[in-house]
C-alpha cells in the first residue's frame, strides 16, 4: 500500500514538475528571446535614417550582440529541452558538455570521467534514461548540498554501465529520507524511476558534512 501510494505521489510530482518545466521555457521564450527580437526589430527600423557610416557601424555592433545573446539563449533552452548531443554524439560527449555548463553556469567545480571498454553506442532510450538520472543527480547536487567540487564517472563495459556522481557537500541522512514524505525524495525516486524500465539501480550513500555519492548502474546482459 505504502509502495502503492509512493508510485501515486511519484506520477503526480513528475506530472507537476513537467508542467513547471513548459511553464518555465514559455516564459524564458516570452521574456528573453522576445524581448531580443523585438529589440533587434527596433534597431533595424531607423537604419534607413541613419547617414553616417561611423553610425551604422555602432548600431550593426548593438544589432550583433543581441542577436548573438538571443541564439546562446535559444542554445540552452533547447539543450535544457532535450540536449541535440545525445542524438548526435552519445551519451559520454553529453555528460562532458553537462559538466562544463554547470561549472560555467554556477561557478561549481565539476570534472568528467570517463572508462569505456565498449564500443558503439547504446540504446536510444537507454541513454536518454542514464542522462536524465545523472542530470537529476547534477541538479540536486546543485540546489541542496552546497557543494565546492563534483566529479562524474561514467564506466561502459560490454556488460554493464555505470556512472558515479559524487560531491563534497553538507551530505544527509538517506535513511531519513528515505522514509520520509515524497515531497523530500522526490528526486531519488524521480532517478529510480528513470532506470526502473531497464532494471537498473540506483544508490545513494551520504555522510552529513562529509558529501555524497550517486550510483546509477545498469546491465547490459540481462544479467542482474
Not at 548593438?62 to 541564439?71: D, H, K, N, S
Not at 543527480?137 to 566529479?151: D, G, P
Not at 551530505?171 to 522526490?186: I, K, M, N, T
Amino acid at each position: 500500500l505504502a509502495a502503492a501510494e509512493d508510485r501515486r505521489g511519484l506520477t503526480q510530482k513528475i506530472l507537476t514538475a513537467q508542467e513547471d518545466e513548459r511553464r518555465r521555457i514559455s516564459r524564458e521564450l516570452h521574456d528573453q528571446i522576445g524581448s531580443a527580437l523585438t529589440a533587434v526589430l527596433v534597431g533595424i527600423r531607423p537604419l534607413d535614417d541613419v547617414r553616417s557610416p561611423d553610425e551604422i557601424t555602432e548600431r550593426a555592433s548593438e544589432l550583433r550582440l543581441i542577436t548573438t545573446q538571443a541564439l546562446n539563449d535559444i542554445r540552452a533552452l533547447a539543450f535544457d529541452m532535450r540536449p541535440s548531443s545525445l542524438d548526435h554524439m552519445g551519451l559520454a560527449a553529453t555528460l562532458a558538455q553537462d559538466a562544463v555548463r554547470f561549472r560555467e553556469r554556477l561557478g561549481i567545480d565539476v570534472d568528467f570521467h570517463r572508462d569505456e571498454t565498449a564500443e558503439g553506442r547504446l540504446p536510444r532510450d537507454l541513454e536518454t534514461a542514464v542522462y536524465r538520472a545523472t542530470h537529476t543527480a547534477l541538479v540536486n547536487v546543485l540546489q541542496h548540498a552546497e557543494a565546492r567540487h563534483v566529479s562524474i564517472l561514467l564506466t561502459h563495459s560490454p556488460h554493464d554501465l555505470s556512472v558515479i556522481v559524487e560531491d563534497d557537500g553538507g551530505g544527509f541522512d538517506v535513511d531519513a529520507v528515505l522514509a520520509g514524505p515524497v515531497d523530500g525524495r522526490f528526486g531519488l525516486l524521480s532517478m529510480e524511476e528513470r532506470m526502473r524500465p531497464f532494471s537498473g539501480r540506483v544508490t545513494v550513500e551520504s555522510t552529513p558534512d562529509v558529501g555524497t555519492t550517486v550510483f546509477i548502474q545498469v546491465g547490459l546482459t540481462g544479467d542482474d
